[in-house]
């Protein structure tokens, strides 16, 4: 659902996807080819949000600040399932692991990897290229050139699901029996581990 507030309209560009579970509430801009799945709630009530192209922000996420703050998620930034933003801007083609929280003022930099349920305490700046984990997160190793390349091929995924949802989710009524001919989908995306074997 996409929520005024204080005449503040969110302003999603027509090739990005907010599912209809998600709220998109106030002060939001949302570039091209964006994701946004159900559960999250993106709220520009005390301040602005901005999604460059290409960002996701997966399910039961939230994005908010303290009043008078404002926060921008760079082109390509991946937010995992779970994970709370608060006041944190993200830079390019970064990945958020899943259950993360990121805190007020933190600055993540371009390229780097937070692993899951890591906590980002406020006012942490990460540099570049950083490999980030732990309660309170620490950097522990640079991001290689291989790392990126996963991670980017993860997000490509995300970035095609807003044009797949569009073309094909729909509400419907469920089956009551398996059928015969149920499908299953193919795997198109390795564990870290799994590409780094290769």
């Known amino acids: 659902m996409i929520y005024s507030f204080n005449g503040y309209i969110p302003v999603v560009h027509e090739s990005s996807f907010v599912h209809p579970l998600a709220a998109v509430t106030g002060n939001v ?4 080819n964006c994701y946004i799945g159900p559960g999250a709630a993106i709220r520009g009530d005390w301040g602005q949000i901005i999604l460059e192209d290409g960002v ?24 995992g399932h779970g994970a709370i933003i608060h ?11 899943m259950n993360t929280v990121i805190m007020d ?60 949802c569009h073309n094909s989710l729909k509400e419907v009524e469920p089956l009551r029996e398996v059928p015969d001919n149920m499908k299953i989908q193919e795997g198109v995306y390795d564990t870290l581990r799994d590409f780094m074997k290769k």
């Open 87 to 97: 006041g944190a801007n993200l830079g390019k083609n970064c990945l958020i692991g």
């Open 56 to 79: 996701n922000v997966q399910e039961n996420c939230t994005v908010h600040m303290f009043p008078g703050k404002s926060i921008t998620l760079k082109e390509s930034a991946h937010v």
């Open 29 to 32: 801009i949302i570039g091209k």
């Open 105 to 164: 003022d933190a600055e993540i930099g371009d390229e780097s990897i937070v692993g899951a349920m890591s906590f980002v305490k406020a006012e942490t700046i990460i540099p570049k290229r950083s490999l980030v984990v732990g309660n309170p997160a620490k950097v522990i190793k640079e991001v290689t050139a291989e790392m990126i390349t996963w991670k980017t091929k993860g997000t490509q995924l995300y970035q095609q699901l807003p044009v797949d």
